[in-house]
């Protein structure tokens, strides 16, 4: 039973003994029930935790298994993996800490702005106060925290309520914290929808290739003919409509990962692989992409808060240790099994080294509509951050029902259109997929957990909090230095492919004439 909901009623029938105070008292016991059936269970956000860390990033490891060498390569997976969790823990327990704050300083506002003179009054209050008292106790102590939808956190206000509450010279920077989490989640997002556009393009240019159809598409051409079931899908208002069809996506995904390994456990492994270590340069390309793989932590308060029973989310054996450790073994398992067959032929994406056949192309297909149908998804996140603000400023009082979709759906395209020109722009997957991962995932995933625990424990008094600062101080400059690293290296891969390849330049006519060409 919930000890806040106990407390609740005791002080109705202390405050109001009528008919009025039993009646809410029994409205909040079936908000209470309603509230939890809506919860997931501990197997449902397992799955949900796992299907948002195992993304097409993974087709991406074993290319980057070849940046760093088979041993440095598995090892630094690994390594990365427990970081990665380890920070994840690291929010969830601060935003933890950070909640009861709230709590407590939402509780003493209302204790003063109810403050009156009357005695009987100031009785009443005095035993609602201790109730509320060991309410928190009780909240403090029990893992199974938040059992409130208004105390739950997500990464922006566990970012922002940790410099509020920190050290008093860092306070005037929280609504910017906040701002800055959202802003990195929506770049990372974009990010992911620009590698989605390239991920597509090519894998149809390689079935096309190998079936002989429409030869003369080139992957830009293919790119644009993406850009309309692209724009569709994310005119589509409610996620909940795309339910089924994610649905269809982690089915096909898991499938074609299953039917992945078929081809590595066959037939041999490749002699052109790097058994130890690779060139130190191609490190840095290496981090980007892992990171880039390894990037869910902005999912993980959203579905702690969501769980029924979130005394089970933590824990040696709780669901976000299994959940990650699934991850981490399928990772690692994808990324040095492709690199072992392949070696040093393997590509940005390992489904381009399946050999030319039926089953190798419903491989490609298989993954190329599960990307296709879980762009809406990754769209998702910047479109909630960017949609309001831009209606508020172009929505007016007297337009009409069909003027105001008519905004949002121009606004939604032109989040599409963005990606497309940037997938066409820098039409190189792996680049933009090491650039993405350094860059914003690095932010978000290494930099940004530590801050927030260093903020979080400066003023209370723990058990090697030292120790902890200085493992945090540790893992925040390894990020630091391999958001600089990594991105500078990428950007410079790309300046160099710009300069000593021909790339294409595709002029607005060739866009038009994409059709007739198609057909011709």
């Given at each position: 039973m919930d000890f806040k909901y106990v407390h609740i009623s005791k002080m109705t029938e202390l405050n109001d003994d009528s008919t009025t105070g039993r009646l809410n008292s029994e409205n909040k016991d079936v908000q209470k029930k309603t509230t939890s059936k809506k919860k997931t269970s501990n197997l449902a956000t397992l799955l949900h935790l796992i299907k948002a860390n195992i993304g097409p990033g993974i087709l991406a490891l074993p290319h980057a298994i070849g940046n760093a060498g088979l041993v440095v390569g598995t090892v630094g997976l690994i390594l990365l993996g427990l970081i990665c969790i380890y920070c994840m823990h690291v929010v969830v327990s601060c935003s933890t800490i950070l909640a009861n704050k709230l709590y407590e300083e939402k509780r003493e506002k209302k204790l003063q702005k109810n403050d009156v003179a009357d005695t009987e009054r100031k009785y009443s209050y005095v035993i609602q106060d201790y109730f509320l008292k060991k309410d928190i106790q009780i909240r403090e102590g029990d893992s199974n925290r938040q059992t409130d939808d208004s105390n739950s956190l997500d990464y922006a206000s566990t970012c922002e309520l940790a410099f509020r509450f920190g050290p008093t010279r860092f306070r005037k920077f929280a609504p910017l914290m906040r701002f800055s989490v959202n802003a990195m989640l929506a770049l990372t997002q974009l990010g992911f929808c620009c590698v989605y556009f390239l991920f597509i393009a090519e894998s149809l240019h390689e079935v096309f290739s190998h079936l002989n159809i429409l030869p003369h598409l080139s992957i830009f051409h293919i790119t644009v003919l993406e850009?309309?079931?692209?724009?569709?899908?994310?005119?589509?208002?409610?996620?909940?409509?795309?339910?089924?069809?994610?649905?269809?996506?982690?089915?096909?995904?898991?499938?074609?990962?299953?039917?992945?390994?078929?081809?590595?456990?066959?037939?041999?492994?490749?002699?052109?692989?790097?058994?130890?270590?690779?060139?130190?340069?191609?490190?840095?390309?290496y981090f980007g992409t892992a990171m880039y793989a390894f990037e869910g932590i902005g999912v993980v308060l959203p579905l702690e808060n969501a769980m029924k029973h979130k005394k089970n989310f933590r824990g040696w054996t709780g669901v976000l240790n299994v959940g990650m450790c699934i991850v981490a073994f399928v990772m690692t398992a994808v990324a040095v099994c492709g690199y072992l067959k392949y070696g040093a032929q393997t590509q940005p994406s390992i489904t381009f080294n399946l050999p030319s056949g039926w089953f190798s192309e419903l491989i490609r297909l298989m993954f190329t509509l599960a990307v296709l149908?879980?762009?809406?998804?990754?769209?998702?996140?910047?479109?909630?951050?960017?949609?309001?603000?831009?209606?508020?400023?172009?929505?007016?009082?007297?337009?009409?029902?069909?003027?105001?979709?008519?905004?949002?759906?121009?606004?939604?395209?032109?989040?599409?259109?963005?990606?497309?020109?940037?997938?066409?722009?820098?039409?190189?997957?792996?680049?933009?997929?090491?650039?993405?991962?350094?860059?914003?995932?690095?932010?978000?995933?290494?930099?940004?957990?530590?801050?927030?625990?260093?903020?979080?424990?400066?003023?209370?008094?723990?058990?090697?909090?030292?120790?902890?600062?200085?493992?945090?101080?540790?893992?925040?400059?390894?990020?630091?230095?391999?958001?600089?690293?990594?991105?500078?290296?990428?950007?410079?891969?790309?300046?160099?492919?710009?300069?000593?390849?021909?790339?294409?330049?595709?002029?607005?006519?060739?866009?038009?004439?994409?059709?007739?060409?198609?057909?011709?």
């Amino acid at each position: 039973m919930d000890f806040k909901y106990v407390h609740i009623s005791k002080m109705t029938e202390l405050n109001d003994d009528s008919t009025t105070g039993r009646l809410n008292s029994e409205n909040k016991d079936v908000q209470k029930k309603t509230t939890s059936k809506k919860k997931t269970s501990n197997l449902a956000t397992l799955l949900h935790l796992i299907k948002a860390n195992i993304g097409p990033g993974i087709l991406a490891l074993p290319h980057a298994i070849g940046n760093a060498g088979l041993v440095v390569g598995t090892v630094g997976l690994i390594l990365l993996g427990l970081i990665c969790i380890y920070c994840m823990h690291v929010v969830v327990s601060c935003s933890t800490i950070l909640a009861n704050k709230l709590y407590e300083e939402k509780r003493e506002k209302k204790l003063q702005k109810n403050d009156v003179a009357d005695t009987e009054r100031k009785y009443s209050y005095v035993i609602q106060d201790y109730f509320l008292k060991k309410d928190i106790q009780i909240r403090e102590g029990d893992s199974n925290r938040q059992t409130d939808d208004s105390n739950s956190l997500d990464y922006a206000s566990t970012c922002e309520l940790a410099f509020r509450f920190g050290p008093t010279r860092f306070r005037k920077f929280a609504p910017l914290m906040r701002f800055s989490v959202n802003a990195m989640l929506a770049l990372t997002q974009l990010g992911f929808c620009c590698v989605y556009f390239l991920f597509i393009a090519e894998s149809l240019h390689e079935v096309f290739s190998h079936l002989n159809i429409l030869p003369h598409l080139s992957i830009f051409h293919i790119t644009v003919l993406e850009l309309p079931f692209m724009v569709l899908l994310v005119l589509v208002p409610d996620l909940s409509r795309l339910t089924s069809v994610t649905t269809v996506a982690i089915v096909l995904q898991a499938a074609g990962l299953a039917a992945m390994f078929f081809f590595f456990l066959s037939d041999g492994r490749s002699d052109t692989v790097e058994p130890y270590m690779a060139p130190f340069a191609k490190w840095p390309l290496y981090f980007g992409t892992a990171m880039y793989a390894f990037e869910g932590i902005g999912v993980v308060l959203p579905l702690e808060n969501a769980m029924k029973h979130k005394k089970n989310f933590r824990g040696w054996t709780g669901v976000l240790n299994v959940g990650m450790c699934i991850v981490a073994f399928v990772m690692t398992a994808v990324a040095v099994c492709g690199y072992l067959k392949y070696g040093a032929q393997t590509q940005p994406s390992i489904t381009f080294n399946l050999p030319s056949g039926w089953f190798s192309e419903l491989i490609r297909l298989m993954f190329t509509l599960a990307v296709l149908l879980t762009y809406p998804l990754q769209m998702y996140v910047p479109l909630t951050f960017t949609l309001p603000y831009l209606k508020k400023k172009l929505v007016r009082t007297h337009h009409g029902k069909w003027a105001k979709f008519a905004i949002d759906s121009l606004i939604r395209t032109s989040f599409v259109l963005l990606t497309f020109a940037i997938a066409s722009a820098v039409p190189m997957l792996d680049l933009i997929i090491s650039f993405i991962g350094a860059f914003a995932s690095s932010g978000l995933a290494l930099i940004l957990p530590p801050i927030i625990q260093i903020l979080t424990i400066w003023e209370l008094d723990i058990r090697n909090k030292k120790l902890i600062i200085a493992l945090a101080t540790s893992i925040c400059i390894f990020g630091m230095f391999g958001l600089l690293l990594g991105s500078g290296t990428s950007v410079y891969e790309m300046w160099k492919g710009f300069s000593h390849k021909n790339t294409t330049t595709h002029s607005i006519s060739e866009m038009v004439n994409i059709t007739s060409e198609v057909f011709s």
